[in-house]
């Protein structure tokens, strides 16, 4: 294969060339999956890629003013062609390094350094436009094309963004103000997205300024998100940390996020796109992780969901400082559902809203929307919740042509700071027991609750 003239013109001392051979044998990040029962059974295990070159190594400059964009281009152009000999790493080193966007490939860890910052350029014509996703027919904000995000692939097999603690940092500041004042010319890029592929893992870096999304996995499965730290203003605008959409086999655990909208938030496609397309999210599981939504919701399901979302386990949760808490989201036209969902061992502080389920929530792609598309929410578990400071307990309003049902509160104590109206039910059929303050009477008939307590317990995976 013909290498890249940038690679050509490059010559080396023997330091580098030592350097380099140490590279090679450096231990890279690569998915291993060994058969286990739950989505967090598959785990990234540490053996070495064959190959590692240095991004140095393809002209580099990491003083955060170089644009970098070709140099990680062809960086991975050159190791694309190790994708059938055990695949390769991209190393990138300490320093600040300014790129656009850029593409990986199949079984390649993108290994970011302590020290290292990939710069997400502040120039739009530096980020590539793409198609809108099928499952949503337009951009999440405009009709018509995207930008692509800062780091992406599609149909790729065995890849890793990992570092030791590097940073990430998409400068997100001059979107969300084009966002803000109508100036965007397409929807927002995110930083980290991949399409339609599988064994993925994103694990031990630091996220910083999104445009608009940190992570999102679309159309994937067997993916694994772990021990990341996500950070974005309070004031930014719909800033949202992990985004598992129409994806199965999801893992995220042992991370920080804190951000202007929702921490993690689950989609499946909008109205008749989702529809038509097709593709649910399931089969996620979400432990061990700290979160804040200054405006949005710390978990949030939908609210586009219009393939639906089934099957997810929440535990081991710390929410903090935020909006609200965990909310499903949903309206008329959506079609789609969300269901059999278990949270449980949550800790709730300074919370506005501690639960919400809306049945109004979201608008549409365009006027094709099918109004008679009526969502279902079904078999929602939330068990061993503690609260504090927390202004009111839940808000559950359901759709009179379809009231969510089977919605089960277990062993649920909030420290109210309203003690008037702490909740608001209406078009909802549920149980609850141990739970304080007393919720609305529609929560004391659904005899369903106990089986999918039995059936999902907190100690069993999905």
């Avoid at 959409?245 to 109205?271: F, H, M, P, T």
């Avoid at 609200?324 to 709730?348: C, M, N, P, Q």
């Avoid at 979201?362 to 061993?384: E, R, W, Y």
Wanted: charged share 15%.
């Amino acid at each position: 294969m013909k290498m890249p003239e940038s690679v050509l013109r490059i010559a080396f001392s023997p330091f580098q060339v030592a350097v380099l051979l140490l590279l090679a044998l450096s231990i890279a990040i690569r998915i291993d999956a060994e058969e286990s029962s739950g989505v967090c059974g598959f785990k990234p295990s540490l053996k070495p890629r064959p190959h590692s070159v240095s991004i140095l190594e393809f002209g580099a400059v990491g003083d955060g003013k170089t644009l970098n964009t070709l140099a990680f281009q062809n960086a991975i152009f050159y190791l694309k062609s190790f994708t059938d000999k055990g695949g390769a790493q991209l190393y990138v080193p300490p320093g600040k390094w300014l790129t656009g966007s850029f593409s990986l490939t199949s079984h390649l860890t993108l290994f970011v350094e302590k020290g290292a910052v990939i710069l997400g350029s502040q120039d739009p014509s530096h980020w590539d436009l793409v198609d809108p996703l099928p499952s949503y027919g337009r951009g999440i904000e405009l009709p018509g094309k995207r930008y692509q995000s800062l780091i992406n692939g599609d149909m790729l097999h065995d890849v890793v963004v990992t570092g030791d603690n590097g940073t990430i940092d998409g400068q997100g500041s001059v979107w969300w103000d084009w966002f803000e004042s109508h100036s965007l010319n397409y929807s927002r890029p995110h930083l980290v997205e991949f399409t339609s592929s599988d064994y993925v893992v994103v694990s031990n870096l630091t996220f910083l300024n999104a445009p608009a999304y940190s992570i999102h996995p679309v159309y994937c499965s067997n993916v694994v998100v772990q021990n990341i730290s996500v950070s974005a203003p309070g004031e930014s605008p719909y800033t949202i940390g992990i985004v598992p959409d129409s994806s199965n086999n999801v893992c995220i655990e042992d991370s920080r996020i804190e951000v202007g909208y929702d921490a993690i938030s689950l989609k499946s496609g909008w109205d008749e796109y989702g529809i038509a397309y097709d593709r649910p999210t399931t089969d996620v599981y979400i432990r061990r992780v700290c979160l804040q939504s200054s405006s949005g919701s710390s978990v949030a399901f939908g609210s586009e969901m219009s393939g639906g979302i089934s099957n997810v386990h929440v535990e081991q949760v710390h929410i903090y400082n935020s909006f609200s808490g965990i909310e499903f989201r949903t309206t008329k036209g959506r079609g789609g559902y969300i269901k059999r969902v278990i949270i449980s061992d949550v800790e709730l502080k300074n919370i506005n809203t501690a639960f919400g389920a809306i049945g109004d929530c979201g608008s549409h792609p365009d006027d094709n929307f099918d109004p008679n598309a009526i969502p279902v929410l079904d078999q929602i578990t939330l068990q061993g919740v503690i609260g504090s400071n927390i202004t009111m307990a839940g808000n559950f309003t359901g759709l009179a042509e379809s009231p969510f049902t089977s919605l089960c509160l277990f062993n649920v104590s909030l420290a109210i700071r309203n003690t008037l109206s702490p909740w608001t039910c209406s078009n909802v059929v549920g149980f609850s027991e141990s739970v304080s303050p007393e919720p609305c009477p529609e929560l004391e008939s659904s005899s369903v609750c106990y089986s999918l307590l039995n059936s999902y317990g907190k100690s069993t995976d999905i």
